[in-house]
């Protein structure tokens, strides 16, 4: 299947200052479209996107989902919408729901309502892997879903309820990308809600021991943020019938548990800093909220995506271990 690159198009960022945001952004002004960039600053950070506010093609609008108004003035001249724009964070939800549902799912349907009244059809969005809950079956496949463990796990399961129902009603064409812990470049270590891969390399650059909840037997598919940027573009730009109105995986289909995930690190920043070498975590209780185990089938998007995963977890972390030590020193 050709992979068909996405190019002089208007394309709308919801979250565009954040992590995958930041990242998508860069990616696509590069291949000559016009971006505009709608965040809050809630999550995102000005410096992720500080270096392309001098680019003409590139138009930053600070606003937040939660306002329709907002919503309906950045979708204006769009051809094509990638909704990240969400609060993320298991923990985060489990502390404040509220907030988590208005931003996730009242935010999402004021997307989809400003995307459909500006006769946008294109609509990747943002889905989650929370969203396999308490299913235990691995690898995880699109179809076969358990009940959800957190109310940010409710939040992307909902936003797919509304995908679907928008794209019968109103024919949009909407693809949701259920990420499944995705690390890299402009991830923040710092905040109570850091994820765990910035988190840890954060804390053993500082020479700081960091705790591993539970026996560190829990597994994670991680997903470098490269395989993100591609799955996304395929999204964007398919143009198979049978690929839109569906949610896809978005993984490289391998798990690592976490003991191994910080094993791997200390070794890789072992190169910078020959004490890393000789730092133990700690451990402590699981969790409330954690799924045990997460790996994903990507057969699915695969087939009807195109989608060709080029970093697995060991070459994703040396090249995001290469970017922290160099840019956060």
Not at 5 to 23: D, E, V
Not at 167 to 174: K, M, N, Q, R, T
Not at 183 to 200: E, L, S, T
Not at 215 to 226: A, L, M, P, Q, V
């Amino acid at each position: 299947m050709e992979h068909k690159q996405l190019t002089s198009k208007n394309i709308l960022i919801t979250g565009g200052a954040g992590f995958i945001g930041s990242n998508l952004c860069e990616k696509f002004l590069a291949q000559e479209n016009k971006v505009v960039c709608l965040d809050d600053f809630s999550m995102g950070r000005q410096e992720n996107i500080a270096h392309l506010l001098e680019n003409p093609n590139f138009k930053l609008i600070e606003g937040d989902i939660r306002n329709l108004e907002d919503c309906k003035k950045a979708v204006e001249g769009a051809e094509i919408v990638l909704h990240q724009a969400a609060l993320g964070s298991v923990p985060r939800s489990i502390a404040d729901p509220i907030t988590s549902n208005d931003v996730n799912i009242s935010g999402f349907l004021n997307m989809l309502v400003a995307t459909k009244e500006a006769g946008v059809k294109r609509f990747v969005y943002a889905a989650s892997s929370s969203t396999y809950g308490d299913h235990q079956a691995l690898p995880k496949i699109e179809e076969n879903i358990g009940k959800p463990l957190s109310p940010y796990a409710v939040t992307k399961y909902v936003n797919e309820l509304y995908a679907n129902v928008f794209a019968d009603l109103y024919g949009l064409e909407l693809i949701g990308l259920r990420y499944f812990n995705v690390f890299g470049r402009k991830q923040r270590p710092d905040g109570a809600y850091a994820a765990v891969i910035p988190k840890f390399i954060g804390l053993l650059m500082e020479h700081k021991r960091p705790t591993i909840f539970g026996k560190g037997d829990f597994s994670r598919d991680f997903t470098y943020i490269e395989n993100v940027l591609q799955a996304n573009e395929l999204a964007a730009t398919t143009t198979n019938p049978e690929a839109i109105g569906q949610v896809y995986n978005v993984a490289f289909g391998e798990r690592t548990t976490v003991k191994e995930m910080f094993e791997l690190m200390r070794s890789l920043l072992g190169k910078y800093d020959e004490k890393i070498n000789d730092i133990e975590a700690i451990y402590g209780d699981n969790r409330q909220g954690d799924i045990p185990h997460s790996l994903a089938s990507i057969d699915k998007a695969k087939t009807l995506l195109g989608y060709s995963p080029q970093y697995s977890f060991k070459k994703g972390l040396t090249e995001a271990i290469d970017w922290y030590w160099n840019d956060l020193k």
